[in-house]
């Protein structure tokens, strides 16, 4: 059954019996606990990608990698990242992966990738919160794109780390960019508070209200330095 | 899961009134308010409520694109699908055949009618502050029964084999002291009737029953810089029901979730199901 489903899933379009390939859906729940048949799934799922099966398949393929990926799965959704159509949907695997071989094909693809897809890249790199990508995320901060630009330090604000929080306070924004790099500062700082890193919030939140900024970045500061027991 | 933790987030963080879930839980459960806020049932111990299919994978054919219609906009975060005049449909359909049905869009009903079920048996039950820590999944002759366990003890149900609608499982015996119910902040009548649309004129004029609403509420709130009855928290403690009998039904298993660090401990697979990666140049 399994056997037809791949072949099913080799044409597969939207509009077809989705009972031709429900067996891979059933097996990628059904092989938990089995790691002998969910490598071997993951590795057929895996290698769909780098044929010409449909769009549709891939992004199936994609779908269920969320469940069964592994780093053995991140090349083939690697070489998807720089595809226009598919580009979404390898990240949809990848940003949930907790191997760090994930976050090191997104930060390879930030690198190469241009126009809207580089915002998907910052975007699961900060989901993913790895201290490898505040670097590359930074520089982006005063990238001439400000939707690029907003992305790194929405992406930047997601992650509970003090180098995240120092590469936004080090930051010079534009006027243009800088509530918004404000406001990811503040994301930040609550980040760290919340992880129990009471030092590098307060740092961040003295450093905003040093920077006389607007009135609801200032209240919000100021309630931040509160809870970190300043005064 | 992360996206309305987020939104609690942002609203805490700018200390400004954020207002949401169900505008139902006041009216359609005050009876059982009454009785459990009352203290008649004695301790809650479970309350089980009915809600329907879970929302699935949508793989209608394409359709061609209505000229009026911006299809990628439309989309937005959601995965690129084509477009097909039923899988955007606004009907209040879960069944299929409406946005409602598909999960790259919608949980299905236990988000529709579990959104307004939950947030009124978390009210009744008074767990509004608190989000579940056990997820038992079972199912029986193909349905699923998900029970979700409160760090207090309290269980709530949802499709519980034999048990109705908003089924309560007091303490016999036990009665206890009784609370004041929360109400809205605002006890004016304030708007147009409810129903009442544009161009209503039968219910022009005709104002709100007694006791306020959720939108008076919230006016008032912005007004005094209090929380509103419905405060955003509450709301997204009530969609974590919704999405962790998601998830236990997706992996078809039950699972336990730390609240205070939202993720399933020791459960990478799990864990992979909280959050899902928006389509450029969306974000959070």
């Not at chain 1, 859906?25 to 490598?39: F, H, N, Q, S, V």
């Not at chain 1, 580009?87 to 949809?92: E, G, K, P, Q």
């Amino acid at each position: 059954m399994l056997d037809q489903a791949f072949d099913a899933l080799k044409t597969y379009t939207w509009g077809q019996d989705r009972n031709l390939v429900k067996p891979l859906e059933d097996a990628a729940i059904a092989t938990r606990g089995d790691a002998a048949a969910r490598k071997e799934l993951e590795a057929r799922l895996a290698a769909v990608l780098t044929t010409d099966a449909t769009y549709d398949a891939k992004q199936l393929v994609c779908r269920l990698l969320v469940l069964v990926g592994t780093a053995a799965s991140v090349p083939a959704l690697a070489g998807l990242l720089a595809d226009k159509k598919l580009s979404h949907m390898a990240r949809y695997a990848l940003e949930r992966f907790a191997e760090p071989e994930a976050g090191q094909a997104l930060r390879d693809a930030l690198a190469k990738v241009g126009g809207e897809l580089r915002i998907g890249m910052a975007s699961s790199l900060g989901v993913r919160g790895e201290a490898a990508s505040v670097a590359p995320l930074g520089a982006l901060l005063g990238d001439g794109d400000v939707a690029l630009a907003t992305a790194a330090a929405h992406a930047l604000g997601a992650m509970a780390l003090p180098e995240a929080s120092a590469a936004l306070t080090a930051a010079k924004p534009s006027d243009e960019m800088k509530a918004t790099v404000a406001d990811a500062t503040l994301a930040c700082a609550e980040k760290l508070l919340a992880a129990g890193n009471k030092a590098a919030a307060l740092k961040a939140y003295e450093s905003l209200l040093a920077a006389s900024p607007s009135e609801p970045i200032r209240e919000a500061a100021a309630r931040g330095r509160q809870a970190c027991g300043g005064a | 899961m992360r996206e309305g933790r987020l939104v609690v987030n942002a609203a805490r963080r700018y200390h400004r009134v954020v207002s949401g879930g169900s505008q139902r839980v006041l009216e359609d459960y005050r009876g059982h308010l009454e009785r459990c806020w009352g203290g008649e049932l004695g301790t809650i111990k479970s309350i089980n409520v009915v809600t329907n299919n879970f929302s699935s994978l949508c793989n209608l054919p394409e359709e061609p694109v209505p000229e009026s219609m911006d299809w990628n906009m439309w989309l937005g975060p959601a995965p690129w699908a084509p477009y097909n005049a039923s899988r955007c449909s606004g009907r209040y359909d879960t069944s299929g055949n409406a946005w409602r049905a598909y999960n790259d869009y919608s949980g299905g009903d236990i988000t529709d009618w579990g959104a307004h079920h939950f947030g009124g048996a978390t009210f009744v039950a008074d767990v509004r502050d608190l989000q579940p820590t056990k997820v038992a999944y079972t199912a029986t002759g193909g349905r699923p029964h998900i029970s979700l366990e409160y760090p207090n003890g309290f269980v709530l149900h949802s499709c519980r084999p034999g048990a109705g609608q908003f089924q309560i499982e007091g303490t016999p015996g036990e009665t206890r002291p009784p609370k004041p119910i929360p109400s809205y902040a605002d006890s004016r009548e304030v708007g147009a009737a409810e129903g009442a649309k544009d161009g209503d004129t039968k219910n022009k004029g005709k104002r709100r029953r007694q006791g306020g609403s959720i939108y008076g509420d919230f006016i008032e709130c912005v007004r005094s810089g209090t929380r509103p009855f419905r405060d955003i928290e509450w709301a997204v403690n009530t969609m974590a029901v919704c999405h962790l009998a998601t998830v236990a039904n997706t992996l078809k298993r039950s699972l336990v979730w730390d609240p205070a660090k939202q993720e399933f401990p020791g459960d990478a697979e799990a864990n992979r199901l909280v959050d899902r990666a928006r389509r450029e140049p969306w974000y959070l």
